[in-house]
């Protein structure tokens, strides 16, 4: 086993750039994702012309998010812009008022609270903003999917199409990055509000086996040192992944070279591929793993480790032990529970009666012994 310093070291060889491998990179250039780029500027950024709504959507890995962030930091660098843009993704916040205050805090440059005011006060703060910046106001609501789980249909994005009505001069564009298709994404809200969204459809689809190559070509030169990861090392991730979902095997790339570096090597190898394979499996493949916040995973690792001593897991203990090793209150375990079902970690079953009263059973929708990886 390496002492720190030789692992320390070992990292120091493999690892040129950790940061390219974290979600919230940025990447400088997007590949084949040309068409899409090119709707998204004609949407958003064309100059003096009326902005459309759009909806993204694909399945996880497609390139979508990392689309959004590009042309938004194209955006950030142009002092002249017209657009103000903002990225927000739903699974981070609980409330109307927190994803207000959130978008009111990206524009502004100012962490507000809000939560302890009116929602009426935090719309009314952001409309008057806009109108006084005459900017077009661009949000991309990331994983919006969940808002209709989370049975806020009409709520959030009604917000925000209410502000060009209610604050004249104020310009709003909204885009919903979604997984699921358009009809069932989208169909569910109300006529009216689809008739004011209308909003323009742009399709991801899974990238191509060369594709991916290529897209991890690109993420090992920039985020790793040379010859860590060979064209055929690069290969056998893509054929692993099979379906062209980039995210993943990103992560994949990551993990490889971090099995590596524990086993001494500067260099990925088809076992550290395996490896990290295997692990995947005891995950039970779940695509939706690095959209979890660090206390959701301790959430979630609790969950698991009673789960595989046989007990029955009540929301109420969940409350009690999630307060213990990360500090939230029950309010926040609750909205934290609900995002992790709705990303189909975990079910909540009702139950009525119980030593904690009316409550819900929390049951496993993923192999509980994966999830005790420290690497997950």
Sequence with gaps: MESPTEYSALSECIFLHPEVFEPTYVPTTV????????VLADSICASGGPVSHLVLWGPE?????????????????????????????VLNESSRVSMVGAIYAAVTGTEVQLQSQSFAHAHHCLGQLLQKEKRTLVVCLDDADWLLSASKKPTVLLDLLKIEENYPGAKVCVLLVVSSAPAEAVGAYEKSILM???????YFPPYSPADMVGILTQYAKEGLYPEVATTAVL???AESVG?????????MLRDSA???????????????????????????DTPFISKVDTKSRTILAEIARMTMAGEEVI?????????????????????????????????????????WGRTSRVVMLTNPAGLLDPDW
């Design 31 to 38: 590949r084949f994702r040309d068409e899409q780029l090119r």
């Design 196 to 202: 004011t969204f209308c909003p323009e459809v742009v």
């Design 61 to 89: 890995g497609t390139g979508k998010t990392a689309c959004v962030r590009h042309m938004f930091a194209k955006i950030a660098q142009d002092a002249h812009a017209g657009v103000l843009p903002v990225y927000l993704n």
């Design 243 to 251: 379906k062209g979902y980039a995210r993943k095997s990103i992560a």
């Design 315 to 355: 929301a109420g203990d969940v409350y009690c032990v999630a307060e213990q090793v990360t500090g939230l209150k029950k309010t926040a375990v609750f909205y934290r529970l609900k995002k992790l079902a709705a990303l189909k970690f975990i079910r909540l079953d009702p139950v009525k009666e119980g030593r």
């Design 258 to 284: 971090r099995s590596a570096m524990r086993s001494g090597r500067d260099a990925i190898t088809e076992d550290d591929v395996l490896l990290v394979c295997h692990s995947l499996q005891m995950l039970g």
């Design 235 to 237: 290969e056998q991730i």
